[in-house]
């Protein structure tokens, strides 16, 4: 057997399915004491640990103790520039932007700032167990430069773009829709389909950009395979408002994306929190995706996230931490936010239902589930080992559990990057905790 399989041996989880479609007990796989074979940065193998260490002569078993080794996280969308400025006191949307967001975003004009923050952000993903995020630059063409050579180097599956905003922000961070659309596609050319890195065509939200942007926009969308596109979507009701104002001719804010052909198989718009189900039932019909993004709209008072609604019209839903107007790396912090935002609702989020939100959902919303997501042989060996015992109070609580859902619930609950002991991306390990 060649150098390069590993095994990795411990509790293992990982979601089959979306338990809305068949039910909680079908949606996942659970090996008590599991055991995930990895070949050449792939999945080959994932059962009890029992049934496959016979035919495993001779290869080497990593073991891990009171561990849970799940998929490596999917963060649909989070803004990598803006690492500085999380927990910006006292705005909503729009101040929030001019007040703090411009400002921190025109630094990274400076190839040197970009690289600096690129590192650090990668670094924080991976300390909180996240692989894949569909990633804001700024409008400068270097932060993308900077963002995906600091992704290759650590062999990353990202996915990533240049901002445009050609109005309604100030100058320094403007470009027009010409040099937007030409800059975006330079990038395009260097960096889409590289490794494991993929572009993003994306305006920043309707408000910033003039119809001739998004007009491009739309046509780049289009011109190139598997290309992705990432805007902001009915997030804040005065942001909606502006939107009516500076596009009175469309029926509503997701028609402005509509009408210049930046909805579909990989959009995502991040947000959706105030979509009537006339809207939903187009997202869902056109197979575009939404980010639900829960601190980030607690934090700016946007407003509260109708999971539900949006999984009835069979809209594609995945977890954002939106930093920085999300407050945490952690998909283990955001999916705790989540369930109070449902709760605050009159709803419930099963455990087994964050579990899919945060790893094969989000892969399934990227249209990246033939890749990641599970451990399903083939598969890029993305994974994260989670600690049951990486505080008192966890391992104590986790010391009550009577099932797994309480087991799993709690973890998500108590659990932030304390609880990520190492993260592997492709087989290799990327993060180790102590
Ligand atoms: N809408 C337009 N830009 C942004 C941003 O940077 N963050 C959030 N949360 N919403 C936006
Ligand atoms: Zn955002």
């Given at each position: 057997m060649s150098t390069s399989v590993k095994a990795y041996r411990a509790a293992i989880l990982h979601s089959l399915a979306d338990p809305a479609d068949v039910g909680v007990e079908r949606s996942y796989a659970y090996f008590e004491d599991g055991l995930l074979l990895v070949e050449d940065g792939r999945v080959v193998q994932v059962g009890e640990a029992a049934a496959l260490l016979p035919g495993l002569a001779g290869v080497e078993v990593v073991e891990y103790r009171d561990a849970l080794i799940t998929p490596g996280f999917i963060d649909t969308h989070i803004h990598y520039p803006q690492t500085g400025m999380?927990?910006?006191?006292?705005?909503?949307l729009l101040d929030w932007l001019n007040t703090y967001t411009f400002p921190t975003e025109a630094r990274f004009a400076d190839p040197a700032h970009a690289r600096e923050v690129a590192s650090l952000f990668l670094g924080e993903l991976l300390r909180n167990g996240t692989t894949t995020a569909l990633v804001f630059c700024s409008v400068h063409p270097q932060s993308v430069d900077a963002f995906f050579e600091a992704a290759q180097a650590l062999d990353l599956r990202m996915i990533a773009g240049k901002v445009l905003m050609d109005r309604n922000a100030p100058d320094d961070l403007l470009d027009s829709a010409e040099s937007g659309y030409a800059q975006s596609k330079a990038l395009i050319e260097r960096w889409h389909g590289k490794g494991r890195l993929h572009y993003a065509v994306t305006p920043r939200f309707a408000p910033t950009s003039t119809p001739e942007q998004l007009d491009l926009a739309g046509r780049l969308f289009h011109e190139y395979p598997d290309l992705y596109m990432h805007t902001h979507l009915s997030e804040n009701l005065k942001e909606i408002e502006w939107v009516k104002a500076l596009f009175p001719e469309r029926s509503g804010y997701l028609d402005v994306y509509d009408h210049y052909r930046l909805i579909g198989p990989r959009a995502v718009f991040a947000h959706g929190v105030h979509l009537c189900d006339e809207e939903c039932a187009r997202l869902g019909d056109s197979g575009s995706a939404v980010a639900f993004c829960p601190t980030s709209n607690l934090f700016l008072g946007s407003g509260l996230f109708d999971l539900p609604k949006l999984q009835r019209h069979g809209v594609r839903v995945g977890l954002g931490t939106d930093i920085g107007a999300g407050t945490s790396f952690s998909q283990l912090q955001t999916l705790n936010e989540a369930y109070k935002v449902m709760q605050l609702q009159g709803k419930k989020l099963d455990p087994f239902q964050s579990l899919y939100l945060a790893t094969l959902g989000g892969a399934r919303a990227l249209y990246l589930d033939q890749r990641i997501g599970n451990f399903e042989p083939g598969k890029d060996a993305d994974f994260v080992v989670l600690d049951y015992r990486a505080t008192p109070l966890l391992a104590y609580r986790l010391g009550q559990a009577k099932d797994l859902a309480e087991k799993l619930f709690a973890l998500m609950l108590l659990g932030d990057d304390r609880a990520v002991k190492e993260t592997f991306a492709a087989g290799r390990s990327v993060h180790r905790r102590d």
């Open positions: 999380v927990a910006a006191y006292g705005e909503q």
